[in-house]
């Protein structure tokens, strides 16, 4: 994966309306906290988070989608799935206005099926804080991602290289340094 | 005097051709590559641009025994078809019976070859390439003699080759040059693209079940981990180093080599001389033993496997790699790979279960395209029906 070239799709609402639209989704599922049992196709959150959760598939595709486009040896490929941010919110992680102060020396770890691990700041993650549209993956080029790639992958489209963009994605652990 | 006047009047018949439209313009057709799906177009080094006339021409110079000195062997004798165009040989035997030091490389897809050598990281253009087998005497390969007059005297005589020639280069007065004939070879060889495996329908064409699940299961293992095999074999060539046309260097530069721990000699050389790697080129102490990762794409029938063709199969290789380098007991080059000082990072051994074993077996099977090793466009013209 190189030279990443951000052309998110639209389809994602920008605004007093898109934030509207958050505002009530990231509610509602503050109401109905996700309690699913960790298997090979879920992703959990967890660690320094008010709601730890885990997500089936069928809950992350009914989350505002995203689609960011990277440049694969030579041609473009587009990853489509949720932003890791509002993952992160919906599991009560400090973003938005409260990405000041001890959140901001906070870390994310994600860890893969196969052992594989990567970390990012919290304020990398936070679209509020910055532009990187991280997205937590279900298809490639609209379709599912491959067994090796899957079910779910973490695309950080602006990095030069690709390995952060951790495939078989299965958990993401908050870790606040200062408390 | 004599080679002037011939020229001379070479070029005026050649200008008379054209304006009685005997001969064709000079201009240069296209080329149409018919790319695989996935793949991107292959990086085409300025001054020779593919056209079918060059693409033809190479191919019939590629298996032309005329090309090696003594008639014996041409570059097909190392490069066969029906083996991804290697030779089946731990290690290549010249047109005189000198063996060479390594193990014959495939040619399917070099165009994407970033390097096309196993230790060479300055060898990156096939028209170079091309006459190191011709003209090297180190060891002697085809055993031509310097600068290659005979050569074109023998090529020259042939009618064939007196109208392939003038097709392929036709801006060109005295095209028979030794650049035109490496131009020529790099043009047939930049052709020999395929990607029709199975594991292009499964992955590419999105075809379930073109790949047995036990393959299905080996793909996650070459791509997980503990086994990390995608980190030197990568993208859609599986192999280190590959180029294409609009490719960004890589941040650091340069081109990755890795030393396996395939041995771990007593001494300053931990690889056997000659065979020593990017060594052989920098004297880096660090660079020894340090080879391209080929491509693993129609790997089941490209053995014997590395550099030297020292290992015979790829349950062979997955050993190799699952000790985290070969462990050589006795002989001269006894030593223990695992400790080799230069050793990759990324061979770090790991166990394998024999079920998991099967189905990385199953999954470099999958690489290999059937079509590619009999297709009419990459064969032998000389013995083509109708010839």
Not at chain 1, 41 to 54: E, F, K, M, Q, Y
């Amino acid at each position: 994966m190189k030279i990443p070239e951000r052309r998110r799709r639209l389809g994602r609402a920008a605004g007093t309306v898109g934030a509207l639209l958050l505002a009530t989704a990231l509610h509602a599922s503050q109401q109905t906290p996700s309690t699913a049992p960790a298997t090979d196709t879920t992703l959990s959150v967890a660690g320094d988070v008010a709601r730890p959760l885990t997500l089936t598939p069928a809950e992350l595709k009914a989350m505002p989608r995203t689609t960011v486009t990277i440049v694969d040896q030579g041609r473009d490929v587009k990853y489509t799935g949720v932003l890791v941010g509002d993952v992160l919110a919906r599991a009560g992680a400090s973003l938005g206005r409260e990405m000041s102060g001890p959140a901001l020396s906070t870390y994310v770890l994600a860890s893969a099926k196969d052992g594989y691990q990567v970390v990012f700041s919290l304020a990398e993650l936070d679209p509020a804080f910055t532009t990187n549209d991280i997205i937590i993956a279900d298809t490639v080029d609209g379709q599912p991602l491959f067994d090796y790639q899957g079910p779910l992958r973490l695309v950080a489209p602006h990095d030069k290289r690709g390995a952060r963009s951790v495939r078989m994605l299965q958990r993401l652990d908050v870790v606040r340094l200062r408390k | 005097m004599r080679r002037t006047i011939a020229a001379v009047v070479a070029a005026a018949a050649y200008v008379a051709a054209i304006v009685s439209g005997t001969a064709r313009p000079a201009a240069e057709s296209a080329f149409t590559w018919n790319l695989p799906r996935g793949f991107p177009a292959p990086r085409v080094p300025a001054g020779n641009a593919m056209t079918p006339e060059k693409v033809d021409l190479g191919r019939h110079l590629f298996y032309d025994a005329r090309l090696s000195a003594n008639r014996q062997q041409s570059c097909a004798s190392c490069h066969e078809q029906a083996r991804a165009f290697t030779d089946g040989r731990e290690r290549a035997v010249g047109s005189t019976g000198e063996v060479h030091p390594r193990n014959s490389m495939s040619l399917v897809n070099v165009g994407y070859a970033g390097v096309l050598t196993w230790g060479n990281p300055s060898l990156t253009r096939l028209e170079d390439q091309a006459l190191v087998p011709m003209f090297g005497d180190h060891p002697i390969e085809l055993g031509l003699a310097r600068p290659g007059t005979a050569l074109l005297e023998r090529l020259r005589e042939d009618a064939r080759y007196r109208a392939m020639f003038a097709a392929a280069f036709p801006a060109e007065a005295a095209p028979f040059t030794i650049d035109n004939v490496t131009r020529a070879l790099a043009s047939f060889e930049r052709s020999i693209i395929s990607a029709r495996s199975p594991y292009d329908r499964y992955h590419t064409d999105r075809v379930q079940d073109a790949i047995s699940p036990a393959a299905r299961r080996g793909e996650i293992l070459f791509f997980s981990q503990p086994f990390s095999c995608f980190r030197c074999h990568h993208g859609f060539m599986m192999a280190g180093a590959t180029d294409f046309e609009g490719r960004q260097p890589r941040a650091e530069g340069g081109v990755e080599f890795h030393n396996t721990g395939l041995y771990n000699l007593a001494g300053a050389l931990s690889y056997p001389p000659p065979n020593t790697g990017v060594y052989e080129i920098t004297q880096k102490a660090e660079d020894v033993g340090r080879f391209k990762a080929p491509t693993l794409r129609n790997i089941s029938v490209t053995g014997p496997y590395m550099h030297d063709g020292s290992i015979a199969t790829l349950d062979g290789v997955l050993d190799h790699y699952a000790a985290g380098g070969r462990t050589i007991a006795d002989g001269p080059h006894r030593g223990i790979g695992h400790d080799n000082p230069n050793k990759s990072r990324t061979v770090r051994g790991f166990t394998l279960t024999p079920g998991q074993r099967a189905d990385f077996i199953a999954f470099l099977n999958a690489l290999t395209d059937e079509e590619l090793l009999r297709d009419p466009r990459f064969s032998n013209p000389w013995t083509a029906p109708g010839r």
